[in-house]
Each structure stands twice: as structure tokens, then as C-alpha cells.
């Protein structure tokens, strides 16, 4: 999982005071955005097509960076159109997706949502940007609905006109710490040395200290490093810290976490009862893949994710519907878990327009309709979502979240296992926190 806004802290990180400031600007910006969405006509109900009958909407995300790159995931969404114009559309209306490359910057991410405004879109779907600011203030303004963001941002959960499906980053962090509280001794986590990465700290101790287990060593990294030896071996000795009990090292680097582990393994030869941790977004079955399977350093690892193994039968559709329409695109690939967000992200989009029936299909009916407590069913990929008022989360920081459920897995002879039945849910523990 990758974060945002490169620069130096102290390693005594004052998170919870830039949390403050962080929080009173997405409070300020919600009130802001209300005001907007409830004034007299002052946001428009954009038509979600130019003219004809066609439903347009945008799917966002990175490509070709140094950093963190999701080009799985406005492949998936093409992928999506194709297959559901073949039957038909949505509602018998034709489905047009637009993509943008935002390029993880503040700037190219504007510009999408910009684009997505002139282009007057229904709706944003199943992206991913490390700007979320930057992306949904264009959008606010034109009142056109966020759905089914990666969850990496806090603005995500925040903007009255974001929809998540997910918990996003606190969910899983927080979740991994429950996962991690009986299983590990020390625990040492590797982060970014970014803004966006100071939250982590605080949200796996947060799930550590439910179980009353010490908080994690925090060591921050470079978001987009060619090595991080140095980083590894200091996360070794802090995890091993405790002969009584294993220590675990959580890797949370985003694209980077491969990176580290390449390090961590030449070093990992003289501390071989550490276990390593991460969540979905860092690796995935393929990372697991590719660095060797049962034999690579993820073996026996714990991982906490937002949705089922991928292996699990809930996700025959999607695999289905990209063998038709994408097979041979090796930018889609089903384990990854930014395609799964989308795929779930546009099945919200296709119900909702089809509960819409032959009325108004704009991104205003779209809104009142998810607001007024549309009940959606993911096929069990998630819980039922709803995004009535009384279902988000009672935190000040994540107003908009309403899914903080998570699943704990396993990797067991080098592939993805759930660990224990269904979901956990983390709202409590969130709510509980600093």
C-alpha cells in the first residue's frame, strides 16, 4: 500500500498532532461539501452521458510511475464495459469508460477529475490516487459521486460524495494488529516516510493494544527505494528483541514491500524465527508468486485483507468475465487486489443505476439514491453495503467509512489461506483509538 507526500520526520513522529490538523481540514471540508450538495441547485445533477443514452464514467489510476502502479485496474473497468454492453448495458443503456493516468501526482490527478467534470461523467469508479484531495474537490464542485475509491487517502472518507467499499488503510492496519496481537512477539513495521505513513503506526497499534500487546517499533523508509538493507536488518534485531516469543516484521511499502523483502531475505539467514506480516495492497498471490512460493520469504506469513482469498469461489464471475474480455491482458490480473476493488466497485455502479428503473439516471438520482439506503449485495465479496448516515463509523477521521470489515489470512505452501471463517469487524477498534 503505497502513501503520499514525501518528507522527513523524526522517528518520534508527532502523528497524533498532524492526525489533528489532518482531521479539523476534513472536517472543515465536509461541512464545506455538505453545504454544497444540500444548497439550492448549487450542484449540478450531471447527465452521465453527451447527449445519447450512454452511461459515461471515469475510472483513474497510476501507470508507468517509479512508485505505486495500478494498471489493472481502468483495464478491468474497459474489460467491465465490454462485457456488460454484450448483454445488453446497464438498464439498457450503453456503459462508456473513460480512464486517466493520474501519475501519483497532485497535479495529473487533477487534471483527471477535471477532465472527468468537462466530460460530465455519472460517476468516478473503482480508482486509485494517492491525491484524493486533489481529485475529489473538482468532482465536489460538480457533484459527482467517488465510488469505490482504493480507500488510501483520508479524503475518501471524509467527501459526502465518496461512497467506499472498503475499510481502506485503517481497517487493514488496524485489523493486522488484532491478527498479529496473539501470534507475534515484538512487531517492527516498515513504512513510508510520508504524511499518509504516519498514520500507520497509530492504526496497528490500535488493533495491538485490543489485545493489550506492545505497540510496534516504527522504522520509516523511502516510498520508492532501490534497496532497503539497512531498513531490513534494523526491523530483524528489533523483532528478535524478545528470545521468549517470535517477533514479526510488517512490511507496508506498496510496490516497494517486493523490494524490501528481496533485502529482508539475504538478511533474514541469522534470525530465522521471524515471521513476516503485511496486508493486501503490499503483496498479493502473485508477489507470492513470484518470489518463490512455499520456498520465498512470505512463507507463513500473515496477511490481512479487505475481501476473500482469491481463490475463492466469490470471485468465478470476474475471473469469467476477464477470460472473455481481457484474456492475454497481463496488465489485469485477478489476485491484485486494486481489480478486485473495481470489479466490486462497478457491480455498486450497476445496481444502483438499475434500482434507478426508467427514471432520471444522473449523478444526482445516483446520490440520493445510495444516500437514501440503497441496500447493495457484492455476492458476499463484502458485507451488504449501505451508506446511510447511521451506518458509517463513529470517528471523526473516517466519517464516511462503513465497511471496517476484514479478513485474516495465512500464506500455507505458498498460497493464500483464510485464517479462521468470514469477516472481522474492525469498527470498534477503530472507533476506540487515538
Known sequence: MSMTGRRHIPTSRPVLSRTARVSALAVGALVTCVALVAGCGAVPGVTGGSGDDSITVMTLAPENTAATNKPGMPALAKAYARWVNSQGGIAGRPLKVLTCNDQNDSVAAAHCAERAVEEKVLAVVGSYSQYGRDVLSPLQGAGIPFIGGYGVTDAEFSSPLS??????????LAGLGRQLAKQCGPV??????????????????AGLKKERHPEAVDL??????TSYSNQA????VKASSNPQRTGCVVAALGDRTATFM????????DFPSVRTASVLGS???????ATGGKSGPYEGSYVTGWYPVSSDARWDQMRAVIKKEAFGDNRIDPTDVGVQTTWIAYTVLKKTIESLGDGDVSSSAVRRVLDDGLKISTGGLTPTLRWRFEDMLADSDFPRL???KVTFQTVRSGKLTAQGRGFVDMAPTLEQSD
Not at 528481496?262 to 539467514?269: A, C, G, H, P, W
Not at 503483496?283 to 508468486?289: K, L, M, R, T
Open 283 to 289: 503483496i498479493d498471490q502473485s508477489v507470492i508468486d
Open 262 to 269: 528481496d533485502s529482508f531475505r539475504r538478511t533474514q539467514e
Open 233 to 236: 536488518q534494523q526491523a530483524l
Open 163 to 172: 461512497y467506499p467499499i472498503n475499510g481502506g488503510q485503517p481497517a487493514l
Open 402 to 404: 462503513i465497511n471496517a
Open 220 to 225: 520509516l523508509a523511502a516510498e520508492d527505494a
Open 188 to 205: 517492527t513495521l516498515v513504512r513510508p516516510d510520508t504524511v499518509a505513513g504516519d498514520q500507520l503506526p497509530v492504526l496497528i497499534d
